[in-house]
T-cell receptor
Framework: AQSVAQPEDQVNVAEGNPLTVKCTYS??????LFWYVQYPNRGLQFLLK??????LVKGSYGFEAEFNKSQTSFHLKKPSALVSDSALYFC?????????????FGRGTQLTVWP | GAVVSQHPSWVICKSGTSVKIECRSL??????MFWYRQFPKQSLMLMAT?????????EQGVEKDKFLINHASLTLSTLTVTSAHPEDSSFYIC??????????FGQGTRLTVV
């Protein structure tokens, strides 16, 4: 069965410091992996995805994520956090065998960047 | 990127009435649409998946007769919450994909049943 774990409900970081939001996954085959961000009372905005190729994926707003197959992880990172990065972040996985493209979401991590 | 428009953003209704939420793909044809429900500070719970022109596939535990989903065209899907009750109050989000890698999300609808 497919599942996604985001072990931290909350991540706090000072502005200008690097940030990491953790994600591990479990899927039967090779996964498609995604990160989304959600601002209050809004839908999800796409940040980045890993489909194949280079394990380091660069996305929107300076975010990047590294796919680690041996550790089944896909941690989201940013070298220098901004206050405006404060939001709820979701990791998601899609089974390559899924024709409908269903996504399985982690429970979300609330990122707070302090000025 | 592709745009998915969801309306209304906010709706308040009386208990016992029905509410319709629309999800439109503005610049692409959505072969598959997904409807999610999100409780405060929780993840998205998939309610149902719909393909254009066919009946929706509901997740276990989701009442088909209460949450009516119609995907009548390649650009429009609707979720109707019938005979709404306060426990149906939640944030509902739609998502659409055209067959590519990405799923695009609407901005969500905050439903409050009083």
């Amino acid at each position: 069965a497919q599942s996604v774990a985001q072990p931290e409900d909350q991540v706090n970081v000072a502005e200008g410091n690097p940030l990491t939001v953790k994600c591990t996954y479990s899927v039967s085959g090779n996964p498609y992996l995604f990160w989304y961000v959600q601002y209050p009372n809004r839908g999800l905005q796409f940040l980045l995805k890993y489909i194949t190729g280079d394990n380091l994926v660069k996305g929107s707003y300076g975010f990047e994520a590294e796919f680690n197959k041996s550790q089944t992880s896909f941690h989201l990172k940013k070298p220098s956090a901004l206050v405006s990065d404060s939001a709820l972040y979701f990791c998601a996985v899609r089974d390559r065998g899924s024709t409908l493209g269903r996504l399985y979401f982690g429970r979300g991590t609330q990122l707070t960047v302090w000025p | 990127g592709a745009v998915v428009s969801q309306h209304p953003s906010w709706v308040i209704c009386k208990s016992g009435t029905s509410v319709k939420i629309e999800c439109r793909s503005l610049d692409f044809q959505a072969t598959t649409m997904f409807w999610y429900r999100q409780f405060p500070k929780q993840s998205l719970m998939l309610m149902a998946t719909s393909n254009e022109g066919s009946k929706a596939t509901y997740e276990q535990g989701v009442e088909k007769d209460k949450f009516l989903i119609n995907h009548a065209s390649l650009t429009l899907s609707t979720l109707t919450v019938t005979s709404a009750h306060p426990e149906d109050s939640s944030f509902y989000i739609c998502s659409a994909r055209s067959g590519g890698w990405e799923a695009f999300f609407g901005q969500g609808t905050r439903l409050t049943v009083v």
